[in-house]
C-alpha cells in the first residue's frame, strides 16, 4: 500500500504504520492500538483529546508534528427531503462533498432535517468522494466541470465518514450505515487510496464491506484488480449507453475502454453468493431513453448476474441533456424487467441542495432547477 503524503496526519495510517511511530518514540506497541481504536472507533476529533494514551504521549506526539488530521465541516445544505450536503475541509484548504442520505421515514418530504435528530436504529447512506473533481469528464455530469483537481489521500476519504458520523451522532453497532463511494471523482483512478480507505473503514470503523458500494465509469484494469481484493465492496459500473457510438458522445471514457471490453471484465467478475453486480444507467431524453436502448442493453447484460440501477437525469446549468418523461422511464424499466433484469428508479436525494447524483460541484449558490 502506498504511504500517505509526509504531512504527518495520523488518519489514513493502518495499525502496523501507527505501531512502528509509537515504538519509535520508545512506547509500548498496545498504544498503536489504542491510537488506531481511538481516531476510526471513538472517532476523536483532536489529538489532546484521547484520553486512553498517557498526556505524556500525546505531548510528544504533537510536539512531533502529529495531528489527527480529521477534516472539517466548511458548510452544510439540508435538502427538505432530510438529505445533507457537506462541503468538506481538508488541511490544505481543498474542499470536496460528502452527502449524507437519511433512509425510511426519515427522508419523506415535511420532515425535520436528520441534523441531530437522529435516534437509535436508524439507517442511512453516505456518499464519500475520492477525488477533488475529475477527470473522466462525462458530458451529464457536474462534477466533470470541475476538472480533476487532486487525488484524496486514505486519510481524507476515512475522514468524511468519521466526520459526518460524528456530525449525525452514529453509533456503528446500533444504527445501519452504508457507504457509496459515488461522490465526487473516479475510484478506479484513484485506486490504492480508495482501498486503503475501505481496509481501515472496515477494520478501524466496523462497517462491514458488505455495507459499501463503489461505482466505476469503467476504468477496465482495475475492475480485475478490484475483482482480487481479499476485503471488496461491491461493484457499481456506468452503463449509461447501449452502445459504442452512443456511450463515446457521453462518456469519452469509452474511446480507451468499449463496451465489449468492459463487459468482458464485468463478465469475469467473481460475484460471491446472491451478490449481483451494479449496472447504472442515467437516462437522458431523445438521447439514450429509447425502448431500442433498453432491448441492446438486454443483450449487453446476458450471461451476467445484473441488476440495473435507472437515474433520470439529475438536470443542471451547463449540462446539455434534459431529464426524461416518467413515461419513457417506465418503458425502459419493463422492457428489462420482462427480459429478467431486475431494474429499479433511483430517486434523486437532495436535489434542491445540488446533493443529487452528478450535481457535485462544489454549489455554494443554489439556482433553483424547477
Ligand atoms: N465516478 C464514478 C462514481 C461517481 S458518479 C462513476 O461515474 O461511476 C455516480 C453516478 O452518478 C454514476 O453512475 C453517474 O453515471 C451518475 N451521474 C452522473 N451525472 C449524473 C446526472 N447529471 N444525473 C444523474 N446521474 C448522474
Ligand atoms: Fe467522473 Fe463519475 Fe462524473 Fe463521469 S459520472 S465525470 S466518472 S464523477
Not at 500525546?58 to 458548510?75: K, M, N, S, W
Not at 415535511?110 to 435516534?119: I, K, M, N, R, V
Request: glycine share 8%; aromatic share 6%; hydrophobic share 40%.
Amino acid at each position: 500500500m502506498r504511504r500517505n503524503p509526509p504531512q504527518l496526519e495520523l488518519l489514513g495510517l493502518t495499525i502496523q504504520e501507527l505501531t512502528a511511530i509509537v515504538e519509535s518514540l520508545g512506547e509500548p506497541r498496545y498504544r498503536a492500538r489504542q491510537l488506531f481504536d481511538a481516531l476510526y472507533g471513538q472517532r476523536v476529533a483532536e489529538l489532546e483529546q484521547i484520553s486512553t494514551l498517557p498526556k505524556s504521549l500525546r505531548v510528544r506526539l504533537a510536539a512531533e508534528g502529529y495531528r489527527t488530521g480529521f477534516p472539517a465541516i466548511d458548510q452544510r445544505f439540508i435538502s427538505r427531503d432530510g438529505t445533507v450536503r457537506y462541503l468538506v475541509r481538508f488541511s490544505d484548504g481543498q474542499t470536496v462533498e460528502t452527502v449524507w442520505m437519511p433512509d425510511g421515514d426519515g427522508a419523506e418530504e415535511g420532515d425535520e432535517p436528520a441534523t441531530g435528530s437522529f435516534s437509535p436504529n436508524r439507517r442511512a447512506t453516505i456518499c464519500l468522494s475520492s477525488q477533488a473533481g475529475c477527470a473522466v469528464n462525462c458530458k451529464f455530469c457536474m462534477t466533470a466541470l470541475l476538472g480533476v483537481q487532486r487525488n484524496l489521500t486514505a486519510g481524507e476519504i476515512v475522514g468524511q465518514v468519521l466526520l459526518v458520523l460524528n456530525d449525525q451522532h452514529i453509533e456503528i453497532g446500533r444504527d445501519r450505515i452504508n457507504l457509496v463511494f459515488m461522490g465526487q471523482g473516479e475510484p478506479f483512478l484513484n485506486y490504492e487510496n480508495f482501498i486503503r480507505a475501505v481496509q481501515l473503514l472496515v477494520e478501524g470503523a466496523a462497517i462491514p464491506e458488505s455495507r459499501m458500494t463503489v461505482s466505476t465509469s469503467g476504468i477496465v484494469p482495475r475492475i480485475a484488480d478490484f475483482a482480487a481484493e481479499p476485503v471488496r465492496p461491491h461493484l457499481a459500473i456506468s452503463l449509461n449507453a447501449s452502445n459504442d457510438a452512443l456511450r463515446e458522445r457521453i462518456m469519452p471514457i469509452n474511446r480507451k475502454w468499449k463496451l465489449q471490453d468492459l463487459l468482458e471484465a464485468a463478465r469475469q467478475f467473481p460475484l460471491r453468493s446472491r451478490e449481483r453486480l451494479t449496472f447504472e444507467y442515467v437516462l437522458l431524453s431523445g438521447v439514450n431513453d429509447a425502448p431500442e436502448n433498453a432491448r441492446e442493453v438486454v443483450e449487453l447484460l446476458r450471461g451476467i448476474r445484473a441488476k440495473v440501477n435507472l437515474i433520470a437525469l439529475n438536470p443542471g446549468p451547463e449540462i446539455p441533456f434534459q431529464t426524461p418523461t416518467a413515461a419513457a422511464v417506465d418503458a425502459f424499466q419493463q422492457i428489462l424487467i420482462a427480459a429478467g433484469i431486475p431494474a429499479y428508479l433511483r430517486r434523486p436525494r437532495g436535489l434542491d441542495i445540488y446533493a443529487a447524483c452528478g450535481q457535485l460541484k462544489r454549489s455554494t449558490t443554489l439556482v433553483s432547477l424547477t
